[in-house]
Every structure is written in structure tokens, then in C-alpha cells.
Nanobody, 121 residues
Framework: QVQLAESGGGLVQAGDSLRLSCAAS????????MGWFRQRPGQDREFVAT????????FYADSVKGRFTISRDGAAKTTYLQMNNLKPEDTATYYC??????????????WGQGTQVTVSS
């Protein structure tokens, strides 16, 4: 079984930075990707960024490209999302996930419980 735990969310002002962490445990296929998604109340879960576990290749949503960076600490089985120049529209619950997919939430197999990010104007 796989377990994921997000941390690092909080209340910040526009232009500030946050770094989210996702700690993973259990057996994970090396070919799967680590992904970050976000969700606003009443809206669908939205793709943010992914990183491949075997190649470290990354991919970002256009809305966060140039501001957010996804990275990995392989030894600690931890994935990070560095968020710079935060905007009010970044306010959401952020989730990390593991699976064979890329940008579609339904392709991911395991999810954390989420961490809240709130950006004030």
C-alpha cells in the first residue's frame, strides 16, 4: 500500500512564496509519475505539475509555468512544489498523487489528503 502526506500550505500575501512537500511511503513503481493538483470548492481537480520518478522530467500547467517548480528527493521519497510569486487565483487545496498518468487526475492511483493554500490580495 502507498501513503502520501502533503504539508507546507498556509495563508500568504500575493507575491509571497511557499514550498509544499509530499512524503510518500510504501511500494511505488519507478515508472510512475508524481503529480501536484489543486482544487477550488465546487470545481474539478486541476493539474498543476508532474515529475517522472525514473527520469526527473517535468511538465507544468500554463497557469503556473515560470512560477512553480516541482522537484524530488529520491532518498527521502519526498516531492516538492516550490511556489513563487503567488497570486490570489492560486488559492486552492493542493494534492499530491502517484500514478502512470500525466495531466489527467483520473489516471493517478494514490492521493494525499491535501493542504490548503490561501493567497490574499
Amino acid at each position: 500500500q502507498v501513503q502520501l502526506a502533503e504539508s507546507g500550505g498556509g495563508l500568504v500575501q500575493a507575491g509571497d512564496s511557499l514550498r509544499l512537500s509530499c512524503a510518500a511511503s510504501g511500494r511505488i513503481f519507478s515508472s510512475h509519475v508524481m503529480g501536484w493538483f489543486r482544487q477550488r470548492p465546487g470545481q474539478d481537480r486541476e493539474f498543476v505539475a508532474t515529475i517522472r520518478r525514473n527520469s526527473f522530467s517535468t511538465f507544468y500547467a500554463d497557469s503556473v509555468k515560470g512560477r512553480f517548480t516541482i522537484s524530488r528527493d529520491g532518498a527521502a521519497k519526498t516531492t516538492y512544489l516550490q511556489m513563487n510569486n503567488l497570486k490570489p487565483e492560486d488559492t486552492a487545496t493542493y494534492y499530491c498523487a502517484i500514478g502512470p498518468g500525466l495531466t489527467e487526475a483520473r489516471t493517478y492511483l494514490h492521493w494525499g489528503q491535501g493542504t490548503q493554500v490561501t493567497v490574499s490580495s
